[in-house]
């Protein structure tokens, strides 16, 4: 055996590791990446959903006479924005998240205002209707909470895959960058308020 061979074969050992590594590597974050993506549109899922019980609820609203039509216009305004302002999975910033996350405090606060408005009028808080979407109303805010903590989880499996040495110097190369997370407002750590007294 000639000697060149030898060296040429580590060599070549080296390379075909370093390329496994590689592609293992890669190959791992996409599908990291993939499975936030997935928890990102789980989470707009759940918004959706909660904007929908809005608008039946809105339009079972407006069906009470004398109706403070002011609460109702803000309700309708937050609920177009924050059906308006969507993310793109694909490219998920954190100017983005922001964006989305304000747009639907906004629709939350107006929400609230709504439904403390609703305790003045017997009628509406009597109606089936509108306690069937208030029930619906209460789940949905949990599935929200826990597709926000899902998507949470799933980036940092993601982020800490891509960001941990040696990946890291894998990750620039291979274009993977850090996804934000989802971060609550400050002073909004409790879920909107949305039960009622029917006393």
């Keep these: ?46 918004y959706q959903r909660r904007n929908d019980l809005i608008g039946n609820l809105v339009k079972t609203v407006q069906g009470a006479a004398d109706f403070e039509r002011e609460t109702l216009t803000e309700v309708i305004e937050a609920r177009a924005k924050a059906t308006s302002t969507t993310i793109d999975a694909n490219n998920i910033t954190a100017q983005q998240l922001a964006e989305f996350q304000q747009a639907q405090t906004g629709l939350s606060s107006a929400l609230s205002r709504l439904l403390v408005t609703v305790e003045r009028y017997p009628e509406l808080k009597a109606n089936q209707n509108f ?31 891509t960001t941990k040495f040696p990946g890291k110097l894998l990750a620039g190369l291979f274009g993977f960058e850090e996804m934000p997370r989802y971060k609550a407002d400050p002073g909004s750590e409790d879920a909107p308020e949305v039960e009622f007294n029917f006393e």
């Design 1 to 46: 055996m000639k000697k060149w061979l030898i060296p040429v074969i580590i060599l070549a050992v080296i390379a075909f590791a370093l390329y496994q590594w590689a592609v293992g590597f890669n190959n791992t974050a996409v599908e990291y990446e993939a499975d936030a993506k997935t928890a990102w549109s789980n989470v707009e899922s759940s």
């Design 131 to 161: 306690l069937e979407l208030q029930s619906q109303l209460e789940g949905t805010e949990n599935r929200i909470n826990v597709a926000r903590d899902r998507y949470n989880e799933k980036v940092n499996i993601y982020d800490i895959h």
